[in-house]
């Protein structure tokens, strides 16, 4: 059942001694694999209590800022009801998702004062994030309003609540604002009839909702769907009125895991780390039987037997998320013409060949193929969701490497689409039309890597590309996609500062700040905006906050376009030089060097391995590049102030 | 739950170890008067996940009314051998 976490393997008779280990190490001296074994005794379906063990060894990694690899998250928890209970579900929880969160929670029944009470605890927390938990019970819909006008009073009443709690408290969050859905009323009041009535306590939660997602949709808030996860389990299992009359828990604590998982992964999704690609085994995963045995007119797949529509689901499913851009690949054992053979020959495959950016079939053990498999794509290990129906392959990839996700699968071939979703690893908080078409850029990459091998030298490559950069400034319809990249951006990326998307609107309209984003076509295709560079223009110097390029465009230098554009914008100014820094994180080191290369001199050092850098600009001259650029970004550069 | 019907000793032994695990004390010694005085980690929010677990291992669920009365470990016991005795 859904509610047990079906994705995630048993917790396992060692886990009370592994974490009271990791437990004095946090209060310790980490070992080197700290914070990989964090996560992989976080990534096992937990119950209440063990989370609420897990929540504080979380507490205690928060409080330490020497251990990298985890984002330390100070979350604020308000709303409606006894909260006490979720606060733990959450921080053991978002442990599996790399967060570690430390939650601060509101008073009971206190959330619009202490959101708005600039004095408050909750307000002074230096929060990182905020969650608002609201019940249709306290919000008064759950008495049936008595006309279509009376309804749409109560479910704006109750709207401008969530709103007043939302921006009280926005001023004093670094970060996102996270809203829940309201979990509609299980008991009919008119029986089908109230869906049509707009009074009853059904159709006000649902019109109540329905502004959220307006809101969520308009950038305000993110969503958290709450009320789609208690349909999913059951509103019957979710809503016990012994609890809610006993102590106002707005659901069954029996459901705390699978609550404390949506809100963990929509943290970790908002910090970046939602997965990016479906590595999928073949035999018995893709279609029933094994391909090397049973050739093409053996395998079970599709019409005509039940196992064979199962199958198929599992594929659909699969297209269906790299039409969304999760980028697909296979990782199988087998020869690799008969792996090949059912996406280029058998009538019911709904995978073919030009759907895949990697496939790995061959006699080699999977780990090692994950890892060929992530090289090529250029994207970190714990990007790779693996989905293979053998329960052996599954632990001896988890065992090697952790970062991969390996959900478990139920023993029927028809559960493993539901499965799969239900564990949320492609979780979605933006949605761009460079999303929708990423799983096609990977392939194009693929392409364009394989021209450069043909042509084998450099430069002619290059110029081969027919390179166009635009540099333009970031504005409201590029503001969605620069978020997101500021917020993925994990590897090149020189001092990981992330921004809210009502943060770079900020930014966009401060004038001591230049913001730009860059967009790459070639011969292949258009690679869209994959650079955002913000600097602080002072008046002697500029000062780079923020520089990340998508790892799609390595190698092109792009860099050198961003640079030049930079220098002539500082200099428009009047500014004398650029400063710029490297803040090491656990997965940038390629850009340890990068201000080196571009010819900056090193200025300081810090203990933490950060470097200050300084380019002057009184002498540099921009080289030639193997690309045209078009900078609209030049022309509205501010003078210094 | 099963056919087999469960002696008071055998629930005081299940509902123990729960404790052990819930109030995260491996040495923790329970009789039937021990309450929520003698513990320290056993508040209303440990309490919740007490019931929760007592109810997922024994595959039945309190009424309100039966939780509001229990004073010590001695009558949870009762009430569950009601349930699964």
Known sequence: MLRDLPWLPPTGPAFREELRALQAEAQGTPAANFVQRVIALATAAADETQLTRLAKLARDIVCRDDIVGLDRIKLGVLGDGTLSLLGPAIAGSALRHAAAVQVVEGDYSRAVQEATDPESALRRAGLDMALVASDGRLLGLDRAAEDADAAEARVAAAFQRIRMIVEGLRPAVRGAMVVQTVVPPLEPLFGSFDRLEPGSPFAMVDALNRRLADWARDGGVVLADVARLAAAVGYEAWDEPRHWHASKLPFSPALLPVYGDLIGRTIGAIMGRARKCLVLDLDNTLWGGVIGDDGLAGIQLGQGSAAGEAFLAVQRLALELRSRGVVLAVCSKNEEDAAWSPFREHPDMLLREDHIAVFQANWTDKAANLRAIAQALNIGLDALVFLDDNPAERAQVRREIPAVAVPELPDDPALYPRTLAAAGYFEAVAFSKEDRERAGYYQANAKRAASLQATGDMDSYLASLDMVCSIGPVDPVTRPRVAQLINKSNQFNLTTRRYSEAEVAAVEADPRRHAIQVRLTDAFGDNGIISVVIAETGHDAWEIDTWLMSCRVLGRRVEEAVLAHLAAAARQAGAKALVGRYAPSAKNRMVAEHYDKLGFERVSEGPDGSVSYRLALTRWVAPNLPMRVEDRALAVAEPTA | ?85
């Open chain 2, 1 to 85: 739950m099963g056919a087999v019907s469960l002696s008071r000793d055998e629930i005081l032994r299940e509902i123990t170890e729960i404790m052990r695990d819930v109030f995260d004390e491996d040495d923790l010694q329970v009789s039937p008067e021990t309450s929520a005085e003698d513990v320290e980690e056993w508040d209303s929010l440990s309490h919740v996940r007490l019931i929760v677990a007592i109810e997922r291992k024994f595959g039945f669920k309190f009424k309100n009314s039966e939780i509001e009365g229990l004073k010590n470990v001695g009558d949870l016991v009762n009430t569950v051998a009601t349930k699964v005795g």
